[in-house]
């Protein structure tokens, strides 16, 4: 096996395991939907998912897996360049900002 086969086998296994990632995610939160981010100079096509709470996660899922997505995971999928992330993921992180300010300031 060339160097070649080995790094495109390491990139479908990845992938493997993101999906399988993506799969448990999506059954283990209420109310997900998913927002496909395009491809940029740094990385491939990625997804958002985020869930009823704003709680959400990202991971790489290339152009195939973006179209694949949302009959995999049985949710909306949107693509973020057209309608925005949810004010919801907003409103999560701000409260996680929050939260960590007050443990450090409760650490002091």
């Known amino acids: 096996m060339g160097f070649l086969d080995r790094l495109r086998a390491g990139v479908v296994r990845e992938r493997a395991e ?4 993506l799969r448990e995610w999506t059954r283990a939160h ?4 998913a927002f496909v981010e395009p491809r940029t100079t740094v990385t491939d096509v990625t997804v958002v998912l985020v ?5 959400w996660t990202r991971r790489v ?4 897996g973006a179209q694949r997505l949302s009959g995999d995971l049985g949710i ?3 693509d973020v360049r057209r309608v ?12 996680r900002r929050i939260q960590r300010r007050r443990a ?4 002091e």
């Not at 899922?61 to 195939?64: A, D, H, K, P, S």
């Open 18 to 21: 993101d999906a399988a990632y």
């Open 30 to 33: 209420h109310g997900v939907e």
């Open 51 to 55: 869930a009823y709470d704003g709680e």
């Open 61 to 64: 899922v290339g152009e195939r």
């Open 76 to 78: 909306p999928v949107y």
């Open 84 to 95: 925005g992330y949810p004010q919801r993921m907003r409103d999560h992180d701000a409260r």
């Open 104 to 107: 450090m300031l409760a650490d």
